[in-house]
């Protein structure tokens, strides 16, 4: 039950009007992940039209969530003032998921060596902490100035180490203390002090508490049953999905005093989390990953075929994609912008890159486009690069994107015995060099990998005027482009123009999109139960415009996000025979 | 050693203050005959630690073994035109043929007759299994599973001796390097595995290694000032402890795993601070450049470098190095009078013909001489008994893919599409430096002729370190590989 995938239940929630699919699922055989369903007596199967009547939307349980190395860099930003991104220097890297997120609760895993790092930061943070401007201000306000001076121990200074662990543990633990809690820091900073300036006991207690695993993990309580979680679970869950960080003073604020159990407060704190520079890191984080964006530093485009290719314009693209993205959200513009979208960002390389003229200076801005040869993702040279060779472009693995990316259906697994492509071959008989497309023909001939390479080819062939750094060109190899596209239904289209109109008006699109927002904000895998989830938020989202920004406040605001249940996945260490 | 170094050597557990404080008290000394209080044939006798080093240094993608085999075998074998430019070290290592790794394969016959048929993905296997030998299981989502590897099973045996490093994890590129056919990235990003759903994270600076081996130790550190250190530090660590406790009956049973996690860290922290006295004397000399400051030969240099530094300081017994991950560009090389360009796994299997095999053959060569360069700097640390570091060292070298679309025959046979598997998990290609103190006698090529598992060779590497009584190992593992002795 639980290994039903989310992909095999929103696939037939969906509306087939764009049998994109069928024929690759078709030649291939079941869809991954379907399971047997003897395993399950009774019911409705995910799938099955009355599915969600039958399910009780359980929220799930999200495992214990280590902070990733984003979130760590940017929590001891805004809770101590550092810029330095310790994490990102020295902590071992944080694994990836398929989609290309870094906040997978399971796969967060805790090394012995990345508790070293911990170790180590919590000591050089708790260093410069005391030292910084502002700390004792917002820390140590209430405490007698007589304990800072001298090395004598005293109440004032059990007093001070007290509100010291209240103020602080609050911001460091994103929760108020215990009162057991606050004893156990009182009795580091006191024998931290011992005999010496009580800096030195406040800042063994600093190092003790960003050690402590009420720093480094975000834990919910796992009670009995289905819970509304507390104020402080939700500024905790609200903060790292939009911002990447910890909450701010106004969100503990709320949290204390039950704010944020009320949905209009808390549309309220969303629109202003939405507005704030913080958010950009959902921008890198959420949508970058998502789109590959983030891939586009290890692209290595060949140095003599690509020699325009240079940092300036790989940062040129990131940035495009990362603005056009945080545009289409701030403007509250429909979803489908992202791949019809008639503007862009550029800034004078880039825009020279694209043959786009008008445009001067270093600085990216919003530049309106006839919509024929840029416009939407599928134009936008980060997404065109990291889809393509060193040396040229792949239809397939641009179509592969199409549908893992942006319609969330990766094509199943090649068969077995095949494990990549041949683009590059000459033809077997008479040795004459083959263009791309005849190739790929020749392969599709092969009636095993005809079934998805029908789907995945036509889509990458639409982008074919872009070459492998996304420039536009009429000619490969000195042959003309052909970037006409079939679809198995027969539909064509011609060019990426018309590819993103397809793909506008797919409602798998959409899906897709709502379904790697979900991930991302719950930090988990996907539960089959979770399409109902689904479901409800794209529904209400559409009532509101079908906007991008809809959509995340919609996930946000759902059950799922702001109760926990207990539902996890079970042990099965007999699975894999 | 000066006379008065010498005086003050009076037992093998030497204050390790007195040698890792830095410049201020160097000793210039390679290694000390106090380290070793009796000969090393007098301890394997008294079935003492034998202290023998592990290593492992892992190439995805498989080798094109047409110039790599030497055809013929034994002793006096022919040096192959791959291994040519490593001739000098010869006598040194073994080339070790026909081991496979079958749960790497896409269809694996379990022990038990049990049929599993997990189709594409041989590139998530082959690293992934390397050293677990174990069958993955193939998810794309967060429900991972793997099996511990060798290297950890030998880590937490061998820990005794090094008990603040257990084992350096090394790579020389960090992160993720992709997923494949349906299995998480996780998998083709690690071999070390210290359980079945933890990787070992990878270190890839080799600055910060040399620091996690050699420093944080004050010279100038008084008895009253390292005592009241101890204390303070192990008060942060009670209480880190008790907020492990009070979360962990506030949370679910999938969570008590990362505690588990956590606190094993909290652990090792205390270990280090039980164990900041005790070690031997040695001087690592100077630390390697800042990260950023070198390229990436130099960087190959550098990590073999902190191996070398830490075996010979004893700070760890054990050592895993992935040389490049799959999909790099070796744009440093030429094959065919042009600089190769291609990513390495997209040129693996050999679909753009003869260039793409000059290609790869180019690859493969440089990593044998990599493998060559690492046993030469072994080889030329002595240990302070007339024995050099490689003799009392297992280097194992390879992958866990056969490598080519053919099977040894002529060039002509380089027709993936129709030879079935492109990537096999047996027929792997296996170089084994050094003698692990006497265990394996090097010099030859084996040849293994019934499909004998990886997994009997690193029993075989295992109990040459010590760990005696290991006598099986994964799925396949039942015993020490033979004719190795």
């Not at chain 2, 020389?172 to 349906?182: A, E, L, M, Q, V």
């Amino acid at each position: 039950m639980q290994e039903l995938t989310i992909r095999t239940c929103l696939r037939s929630l969906a509306v087939p009007a764009l049998a994109l699919l069928v024929a690759c699922e078709g030649a291939i055989g079941e869809p991954v992940g379907v399971g047997d369903p003897g395993d399950r007596p009774g019911g409705p199967l995910p799938g099955d039209p009355d599915y969600c009547d039958t399910v009780d939307a359980e929220p799930g349980y999200v495992t214990v969530r280590r902070l990733n190395r984003v979130e760590y860099d940017n929590t001891v930003r805004d809770l101590l003032g550092e810029t330095s991104r310790p994490a990102h220097a020295d902590f071992p890297v944080d694994a990836e998921t398929a989609e290309g997120f870094i906040n997978d609760a399971d796969l967060l895993t805790v090394g012995t060596l990345a508790v070293e790092k911990y170790e180590a930061a919590a000591r050089a943070l708790a260093d410069a902490a005391l030292e910084r401007d502002g700390f004792r201000e917002r820390f140590l306000g209430a405490c007698d100035p007589a304990v800072f001076e001298g090395t004598e121990h005293s109440g004032a200074r059990v007093d001070c180490a007290r509100a010291f662990a209240r103020e602080f543990g609050l911001r460091a633990w994103r929760r108020p203390l215990s009162n057991g809690e606050v004893d156990r820091v009182v009795d580091v900073v006191v024998l931290g002090a011992q005999d010496r300036r009580f800096d030195a006991g406040l800042e063994l207690g600093v190092r003790s508490m960003l050690l402590s695993p009420n720093f480094l993990f975000r834990a919910e309580d796992h009670g009995e049953g289905v819970r509304d979680l507390d104020g402080f679970e939700i500024a905790s869950r609200l903060s790292y999905s939009l911002w990447a960080t910890m909450p701010d003073e106004e969100l503990l604020d709320l949290a204390a005093s039950g704010g944020l159990n009320e949905e209009d407060a808390l549309r309220g704190q969303i629109d202003r989390m939405m507005e704030d520079p913080r958010f950009d890191a959902f921008v890198d984080e959420f949508a970058a990953r998502w789109l590959k964006v983030s891939k586009l530093p290890e692209a290595h485009p060949d140095e003599e075929a690509f020699a325009s290719f240079d940092e300036a314009l790989r940062q040129a693209m990131e940035d495009e994609t990362k603005l056009f993205v945080r545009h289409v959200i701030e403007n509250d513009l429909p979803l489908t912008t992202l791949v019809d979208a008639d503007f862009t960002f550029l800034n004078e390389r880039l825009a020279a890159h694209y043959g786009v003229d008008g445009v001067e200076g270093e600085e990216m801005r919003l530049v309106r486009l006839d919509g024929l040869r840029r416009g939407g993702l599928l134009t936008q040279g980060s997404v065109l690069t990291v889809t393509s060779h060193a040396t040229r472009t792949s239809p397939v693995l641009r179509g592969v994107y199409i549908l893992d990316r942006l319609l969330c259906a990766p094509p199943p697994d090649p068969p077995a015995d095949v494990d990549s492509l041949g683009e590059d071959a000459t033809d077997d008989e008479t040795g004459e060099t083959l263009t791309l497309r005849e190739r790929l023909e020749q392969h599709r001939a092969d009636p095993e990998c005809a079934g998805c390479h029908d789907v995945m080819d036509p889509l990458g062939f639409g982008l074919e005027n872009y070459d492998a750094v996304g420039a536009w060109r009429e000619t490969d190899e000195g042959e003309p482009i052909d970037s006409y596209g079939e679809l198995p239904d027969g539909r064509s289209f011609e060019g990426a123009a018309e590819l993103g109109l397809i793909l506008a008006e797919d409602p798998r699109f959409t899906e897709c999109v709502g379904e790697k927002l979900l991930t991302y904000s719950l930090g988990r895998a996907l539960r089959a139960e979770d399409a109902c989830t689904l479901d409800g938020i794209l529904e209400r989202a559409e009532l509101r415009g079908g906007t991008l920004r809809a959509l995340i406040e919609e996930t946000v605001l759902d059950d799922v996000f702001r109760r926990v249940g207990t539902t996890q996945p079970e042990e099965t260490p007999e699975e894999s025979r | 050693m000066t006379k008065k170094a010498r005086r003050s050597v009076r037992s093998f557990r030497l204050k390790r203050r007195a040698l890792l404080g830095g410049a201020g008290a160097t000793l210039a000394l390679p290694f000390l005959e106090a380290m070793l209080p009796r000969t090393r044939r007098e301890r394997v006798k008294a079935q003492e630690d034998p202290r023998v080093r592990l290593v492992w240094v892992y190439v995805p993608n498989g080798m094109i073994r047409t110039k790599l085999t030497p055809t013929d075998t034994g002793a006096g074998y022919t040096l192959s035109p791959m291994l040519e430019p490593i001739g000098d070290m010869r006598d040194h290592f073994n080339v070790l043929t026909g081991l496979s790794n079958k749960p790497g394969g896409g269809r694996y016959t379990y022990p038990d007759g049990t049929v599993s048929n997990d189709g594409p993905g041989d590139h998530a296997r082959d690293t992934g299994t390397f050293l677990t030998c174990a069958r993955l299981k193939k998810t794309d989502g967060s429900d991972i599973r793997n099996g511990i590897s060798i290297d950890q099973v030998a880590a937490n045996r061998l820990r005794e001796y090094t008990p603040t490093v257990p084992s350096l994890v090394l790579a020389t590129r960090s992160g993720s390097y992709g997923g494949d056919s349906g299995y998480a990235p996780i998998y083709k990003s690690n071999i070390s595995w210290a359980s079945e759903t933890t990787p070992m994270d990878k270190e890839t600076s080799p600055r910060a290694v040399f620091e996690r081996l050699f420093a944080g130790f004050d010279p100038g550190e008084s008895a009253a000032e390292r005592e009241r250190r101890q204390r303070l530090e192990q008060s942060v660590l009670d209480s880190v402890t008790d907020d492990v406790s009070s979360l962990r009956g506030r949370l679910g049973r999938q969570d008590q795993v990362k505690l588990d996690e956590y606190l094993e860290g909290i652990r090792q922290l205390e270990v280090r601070l039980e164990t900041s006295e005790g070690m031997p004397i040695c001087d690592p000399g100077a630390a390697p450049p800042e990260d950023g400051s070198y390229d990436f030969l130099e960087h190959v240099d550098l990590m073999f470098e902190v191996i070398r530094l830490a075996f010979q300081c004893d700070r760890t017994r054990v050592a895993t190095l992935i040389l490049e991950k799959p999909g790099s560009v070796y744009d440093f090389l030429r094959a065919g009078g042009s600089p190769i360009r291609e990513a390495h796994h997209r040129m693996s299997h050999l679909e753009g013909g003869t260039n793409d095999v000059q290609r790869i053959e180019a690859i493969n060569r440089w990593q044998v001489e990599q493998f060559g360069n690492l046993l030469r700097r072994l080889q030329g640390t002595e240990e302070g008994d007339g024995s050099t570091l490689l003799d009392n060292s297992l280097v194992m070298f390879g992958g866990g893919l056969d490598g080519t679309g053919h099977s040894g025959g002529a060039m002509g046979d380089l027709t993936p599409r129709t030879s079935g598997p492109v990537h096999r998990h047996t027929n792997l290609p296996i170089l084994l430096g050094g003698r692990g103190g006497g265990a394996v006698r090097s010099g030859r090529h084996v040849l293994y002729e019934r499909d004998e598992p990886l997994a009997d060779l690193y029993i075989s590497m295992a109990q040459a370190a010590g760990l005696t009584d290991l006598s099986s190992f994964a799925l396949e593992g039942t015993g020490p590989l033979h004719s190795l002795g």
